[in-house]
């Protein structure tokens, strides 16, 4: 692994983490809150900006826990929620004509850590020696050309921060899924995603 404090990295906004077809843009419950009140959309018009990406394979316990985002149970198996995509697989929000995001200051989280992945060390147990793990996407590797050599070291503390935000807000995404996921397995709700954006809208806890 590389030293954090030696990543390189620059964004040469190709788009390619918006456009390849491969890469699911997920997104969190407090993304979705973003989006709607950033924008203020309705129920509606929620439902057409957002999918559930459905597995098409079971998933094992282990493949399960390795997951970054929590999957949601759905009427159709397990899935991922994310940003629609057009069938050439850009982003809903990908304006091809300059190359920009349209929500570019609401973005989802995924967008905003990309091309960067993050993970607590903690060897002795103790909050103080928290120190936050940055390391590449195995995705980003594959087709991001702002890693590269002649890239410029990126500021630790700037993505170490945002870093530490992401592992909470994961970390708060979890427990609302696992909280759905119940509800479903209970009999308790439809697990289809008028009602998962419902229940998210209803949410007691809106704050990130
Ligand atoms: S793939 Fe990398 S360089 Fe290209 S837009 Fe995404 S983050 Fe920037
Ligand atoms: S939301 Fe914006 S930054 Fe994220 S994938 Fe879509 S176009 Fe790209």
């Not at 993304?31 to 559930?52: S, V, Y």
């Not at 394979?57 to 985002?69: A, D, G, I, Q, R």
């Not at 050309?145 to 870093?163: A, H, K, L, R």
Request: net charge positive; glycine share 4%.
């Amino acid at each position: 692994m590389i030293n954090p404090k030696e990543l390189r990295f620059i964004c040469t906004r190709c788009g390619n983490c918006c456009t390849d077809k491969d890469t699911l843009v997920n997104i969190s419950y407090l993304d979705i809150l973003r989006l709607q009140t950033g924008l203020k959309l309705e129920l509606q018009e929620l439902l057409d900006i957002i999918g559930f990406y459905v597995f098409d394979k079971k998933l094992t316990e282990n493949t399960l826990k390795k997951m970054v985002v929590s999957p949601i149970e759905t009427e159709r198996g397990l899935a991922f929620t994310g940003l629609l995509k057009n069938n050439l697989g850009e982003c809903f929000f990908y304006n091809k004509n300059n190359s920009k995001c349209l929500i570019y200051n609401i973005r989802p989280m995924f967008c905003r850590t990309f091309p960067f992945s993050f993970n607590i060390s903690n060897l002795r147990g103790n909050k103080a020696n928290e120190n936050i793990i940055i390391n590449y996407t195995e995705k980003a590797k594959n087709y991001c050309p702002g890693i590269n050599s002649d890239s410029p070291i990126i500021e630790y503390d700037y993505w170490s921060q945002i870093g530490s935000e992401t592992i909470k807000e994961l970390e708060k995404n979890f427990h609302f899924n696992e909280r759905w996921n119940s509800r479903v397995k209970n009999g308790k709700i439809v697990p289809n995603v008028k009602n998962y954006i419902k229940t998210i809208l209803n949410a007691d806890d809106k704050k990130d």
